[in-house]
Nanobody, 123 residues
Framework: QVHLVETGGGLVQAGVSLRLSCAAS????????MGWFRQAPGKEREFVAA????????TYANSVKGRFTITRDNAKNTVYLQMNSLKPEDTAVYYC????????????????WGQGTQVTVSS
């Protein structure tokens, strides 16, 4: 069982940066690929970024490529999402998730989920 807790959300203006963190329980954090997803009101949950267990592979949604960076610190059991040049359309609840498989983009392939953290970007 992996327990995930996201922090770092908030209300910011367009153009600024924000870093989300996701702390994981359990001693085998590096065995899991980690992903970030987001869900805006009235929309389906969508993939944002993912990283493999040893951070050798990262994957991004086209909408955030070049602005967001996913990293992880396995010694701290934490995955991060650095979000730069935020736009109002980035407003959503952001969730981190853990996958026993690779850094996939499909939400149903993730085994554990956090409770989410709200990011609101004003124009």
């Amino acid at each position: 069982q992996v327990h995930l807790v996201e922090t770092g959300g908030g209300l910011v203006q367009a153009g600024v940066s924000l870093r989300l963190s996701c702390a994981a329980s359990g001693p085998t954090f590096s065995n899991y690929a980690m992903g970030w997803f987001r869900q805006a009101p009235g929309k389906e949950r969508e993939f944002v970024a993912a990283i493999s267990g040893m951070a050798s592979t990262t994957t991004y949604a086209n909408s955030v490529k070049g602005r967001f960076t996913i990293t992880r610190d396995n010694a701290k059991n934490t995955v991060y999402l650095q979000m730069n040049s935020l736009k109002p359309e980035d407003t959503a609840v952001y969730y981190c998730a853990a996958s026993r498989g690779g850094p996939v983009t499909t939400a149903s392939l993730y085994n554990y989920w956090g409770q989410g953290t709200q990011v609101t970007v004003s124009s």
